[in-house]
């Protein structure tokens, strides 16, 4: 008889793994023994030397779908264990090198739908189902190994029928942590109602047009019925949310096909147990109110997470928006008291549960582009995953300002932490750290280097400024690119095309349109988009007007061509005369008015010059319009001039704005022109990029920054950069936006670690 010890290292724990070892050791024919030891999972087999062998080669190829095995140790042990194999209660264990991974949340699976629905099943019309391969795991885990004593459902005793169930190995709830049943589980509630009445009560409410605050995995969401325009835009006025699109959970896949077009590749992501909401192009003729997404023809659907939304889709049997449970920019509620008092003028009525929230995770949100998933926001059902980083220090990125996500990196792994939001607003900051120190506990990483944007002004910055640990500075747009490269896992030199809103550069100056070369430890910049002033400086974000008329100013002053007066006039005639008076003030003295080579405002520039954006109610939201009204139309590129300027291939914009308004002057359809703006910019992209490799740029291009979820953007500038034989990469788990800068920081800094051993 031979014994081995083994271990196994991974995300193990909460996913049905120590169930599938058992399985798979008796179905050998071994003895022995597993628990979670501290974040993985220990045992000892003896038996057979093949059919040890068999075990190590199943259990690391074979594992259950919510689990991902790095590795498999095998090493000699000499106490025989005895008769039979059994599941240990679990050990915090020793101190580890390997971080602890921590499993995200699952939404419910085929089986326990089955059990849902079926009348003769204990569990029929129970909320909160769930067994080993599916349900809450990173919202509830309060500690680490995973043991429903180290969770919010601790607080809820196993009832007999429960209890059996969480010991029988051949049960699908063998060791499910969060199972319970409707005698011993959490339990819904509406004001005085209870269960079943209380899901009634709220489903009336949202039937006549009310808005129901719903507690659901990861945070508080508010609820409407989609189909009535009157509905969602109560909800808009109460949310002071004016224009940005609200995500949609239907019934099935088939109600989703009926509202937007559904393709194989969509399919797959929309029925994944992630269950993300993915950004679709909107039928024609669909029943959904106008105001769920205004003036943009896609929208964001998703299937529903758990039993609760199952039933609640049963009960009002209509579409629902299902958003954020805040005020607009703050984090989502996750406390029921919080909840209460935040969101008590927003909702008519709380559908609420007993079961605590330990973190916060809004909804995960992605976009198929060419048949090319690209990450939005990575949150529920993504975050807290492991991602593969070649780092051996332990290390934190801290993010930007925006869209903001922390991330944790050492033993080779790298956790992107859940979307924040806004570091601005303070109660954002506060879930920051919150977030922070609660991540850092559970994967066991204490880092002794930060890896922080260059600009001063961050709170993310300041934060990392302010911790007593080595801190390295990163650029942000070589973050945006080396995300994608560690990503892809490219290891030498590559080309950079980081193209987004605002990034601090090391010059000093505003970038956002850049063209580097670069590998993880450095870069080196060859090439920009032209500057423009910035009339008001960051208040330029919401007034794409502004951005058109300072834009306008100054090739009216310095370009070449110069737009004729009457052309200009034209423009300013629509805006108020106090405003054109004072931005022509700002650009013409240089008083709060930053130049910046930015593509995101050159969006802003573009949108507003056609009427399609004066102000934008979120960020963003001039180019998401401008991507609108392009949709597929076919058109002539607008002129574009790629010149050197001081060493650096430039773009110079002014002939292309110039272009577009006399093009607009004779009276060129707005879609025509949109659609032009977009190739244009794909051109100049391809010029800049034909320069830097004609003098030795690297041939593997990586695409980085916000412009990129931009799926027309993305689909020309691609196809013309794979039609000069180059390698085109994007990020896909890791957001192109803000959203993923934490983890190029965290890659470029481990690259800098890694230069100097």
Not at 274 to 283: S, Y
Not at 561 to 568: A, I, N, Q
Not at 603 to 627: C, K, N, P, S
Request: with cysteine.
């Amino acid at each position: 008889m031979s014994v081995r010890r083994f271990l196994v290292l991974g995300t193990v724990q909460g996913v049905g793994f120590r169930p599938f070892v058992y399985r798979t050791a008796v179905g050998l024919g071994l003895d022995g023994w597993v628990a979670n030891v501290d974040g993985h999972v220990e045992g000892e087999v003896a038996g057979d030397l093949r059919a040890i062998d068999e075990f190590a080669a199943r259990i690391r190829t074979g594992a259950p779908p919510l689990a991902q095995v790095r590795q498999v140790g095998l090493s000699t042990a000499y106490a025989v264990p005895r008769k039979g194999f059994h599941v240990r209660r679990s050990s915090p264990g020793h101190a580890r090198a390997a971080p602890r991974d921590v499993p995200p949340d699952a939404a419910v699976c085929d089986a326990c739908l089955r059990e849902l629905y079926d009348p003769s099943d204990r569990r029929h019309r129970y909320p909160f189902i769930n067994c080993t391969d599916c349900g809450p795991r990173a919202t509830i885990i309060e500690g680490l190994p995973y043991d429903r004593e180290r969770t919010t459902m601790r607080r809820f005793p196993l009832c007999p029928a429960c209890a059996s169930e969480y010991v029988d190995p051949g049960n699908r709830r063998f060791h499910a942590e969060p199972v319970a049943c409707p005698d011993c589980g959490p339990r819904l509630a509406w004001a005085g109602l209870r269960g079943e009445d209380a899901l009634r009560a709220a489903a009336k409410t949202i039937a006549d047009g009310g808005i129901v605050a719903v507690k659901g995995l990861g945070g508080y969401q508010l609820v409407c019925d989609a189909d009535n325009d009157d509905a969602v835009s109560g909800l808009r006025l109460r949310k002071h949310r004016p224009a940005k699109p609200f995500a949609v959970m239907v019934r099935d896949i088939e109600t989703a096909a009926h509202l937007a077009r559904v393709g194989g590749t969509e399919r797959a992501v929309l029925t994944s147990p992630v269950r993300p909401v993915t950004l679709l192009a909107a039928r024609r003729r669909h029943s959904l109110a106008p105001q769920v997404a205004p003036g943009v023809p896609r929208i964001g659907l998703f299937l529903p997470t758990t039993g609760l939304h199952h039933l609640l889709l049963d009960e009002t049997a209509r579409p629902l928006v299902v958003t954020s449970g805040n005020p607009s920019d703050e984090p989502i509620a996750i406390a029921d008291d919080r909840a209460q008092r935040d969101l008590a003028r927003v909702a008519d009525g709380f559908l609420t549960h007993d079961r605590p929230i330990r973190a916060r995770y809004d909804d995960s949100v992605v976009r198929i582009t060419d048949r090319t998933r690209i990450t939005v926001r990575r949150a529920r059902g993504l975050a807290p995953a492991p991602l593969p980083l070649a780092v051996t220090v332990p290390m934190a990125g801290v993010g930007a300002q925006l869209k903001h996500a922390f991330t944790l990196a050492g033993g080779g792994r790298a956790y992107l932490g859940a979307h924040t939001g806004d570091l601005s607003d303070v109660a954002t900051y506060d879930a920051f750290r919150r977030s922070y120190d609660d991540l850092r506990r559970l994967t066991g990483i204490e880092p002794e280097i930060l890896a922080h944007d260059l600009h001063p002004g961050y709170l993310s910055t300041r934060w990392a400024l302010d911790r007593p640990l080595r801190r390295i500075a990163v650029q942000h747009h070589h973050a945006h690119v080396a995300a994608v490269a560690a990503e892809h896992g490219v290891r030498g030199p590559f080309l950079g095309i980081a193209y987004d809103g605002l990034g601090l550069g090391d010059d000093g100056t505003l970038w956002g349109g850049e063209i580097l070369v670069a590998d993880l430890s450095g870069y080196r910049r060859v090439g920009r988009f032209a500057t423009a002033p910035l009339p008001g400086g960051d208040a330029a974000v919401r007034h794409p007007s502004r951005t058109a008329l300072g834009h306008l100013l100054d090739a009216e002053a310095l370009g070449t061509p110069r737009p004729s007066p009457g052309l200009v006039g034209r423009f300013t005639d629509l805006l108020d005369p106090a405003e054109v008076s004072a931005v022509r003030a700002m650009v013409r003295r240089r008083v709060n008015c930053p130049r910046a080579s930015s593509a995101g405002r050159l969006f802003d520039t573009a949108a507003a010059l056609l009427g399609l954006a004066d102000t934008a109610g979120y960020e963003g939201e001039a180019a998401v319009r401008l991507e609108a009204a392009a949709g597929t139309t076919h058109s002539v590129p607008l002129v574009h001039r790629v010149v050197r300027v001081g060493g650096l291939w430039v773009y110079d914009s002014t002939p292309t704005v110039t272009d577009l308004l006399e093009r607009r002057a004779r009276g060129e359809p707005v879609p025509d022109l949109a659609a032009a703006f977009h190739l244009t910019l794909a051109h100049a992209t391809s010029d800049l990029v034909a320069r830097a490799v004609e003098e030795g740029a690297p041939r593997t291009v990586c695409l980085g920054g916000g412009c990129f979820v931009n799926g027309r953007l993305l689909v020309e500038v691609r196809r013309r950069l794979r039609a000069q034989g180059l390698r085109v990469l994007v990020g896909g788990e890791v957001p192109v936006g803000d959203g993923g800068i934490s983890y190029g920081q965290a890659a470029v800094a481990a690259a800098r670690v890694a230069k100097e051993r």
